[in-house]
């Protein structure tokens, strides 16, 4: 049974969340504020944890900088940040802090366990995709699709769930263009019209830890109009 950390202060929003996930089979802790949360993830209670649905208008810390520091502890614990508008800024900064998805509020039930599912699932070890070789180098990037392994030049690189998904996607075909739309649908698993600011935040952080100069990128590369391709290098 997957485990969920629910971080929300407002009482009724959080129990309500809390029941309707726990009647899709999730078992739940819950937070009311970004120390609690990161105290309980430091726990033994933390240890159980596979997901954080996190909001980002908390009392003290915000959410942002809770992401930031749950970022910072692990790499590999997916992240779904709550938002009480749609507002622009606060989408782009709650990705760039280390966010993989996120959700508006008032969020319906079946939207809200759909993106959980879809970001467990990203989780999930069975990422290996493209060519038969299990370790690729590639000018001193080195992927392990067996072991879910990326360095670079000799530095172990650890990557969220899905960044280490676009690296797949995108080094599986080099040269090949993807349009956000269908990294969108390979990585999120977003049947639906998804956000594109979610492939350029994801994008964005993955540069930051593979590319030698960020904003030179001779890895992931983008397309103007059209998307992003791994290469040429």
């Not at 159980?48 to 942002?64: C, H, I, Q, Y």
């Amino acid at each position: 049974m997957p485990h969920v950390l629910l971080i929300e202060d407002d009482t009724s929003v959080r129990d309500g969340m809390e029941l309707v996930l726990r009647r899709h089979g999730y078992g739940v802790e819950t937070a009311a504020t970004g120390e609690e949360a990161l105290a309980l993830l430091a726990g033994e209670r933390g240890a159980r944890v596979e997901l954080a649905v996190l909001d980002l208008m908390l009392p003290g810390m915000d959410g942002f900088e809770v992401c930031r520091l749950i970022r910072a502890r692990t790499a590999t614990l997916p992240v779904i940040m709550l938002t009480a508008r749609g507002d622009d800024q606060d989408i782009v900064a709650g990705l760039e802090a280390g966010a993989d998805d996120y959700v508006v509020k008032p969020v319906t039930a079946p939207v809200l366990e759909a993106r959980i599912r879809a970001a467990l699932r990203r989780a999930e070890p069975s990422l290996r995709q493209g060519p038969d070789a299990d370790v690729t180098d590639l000018a001193g990037l080195v992927i392990d699709r067996a072991g879910l392994t990326v360095t670079r030049n000799g530095t172990p690189v650890p990557l969220p769930p899905t960044e280490l998904r676009v690296l797949l996607e995108l080094s599986a075909s080099p040269g090949r263009v993807f349009t956000r739309e269908q990294l969108l649908a390979s990585v999120w698993d977003h049947t639906f019209l998804g956000d594109s600011r979610l492939v350029d935040a994801a994008v964005g952080r993955l540069r930051a830890k593979i590319e030698e100069v960020p904003g030179r990128p001779r890895y992931v590369q983008t397309v103007r109009g059209f998307g992003y391709r791994f290469g040429p290098l």
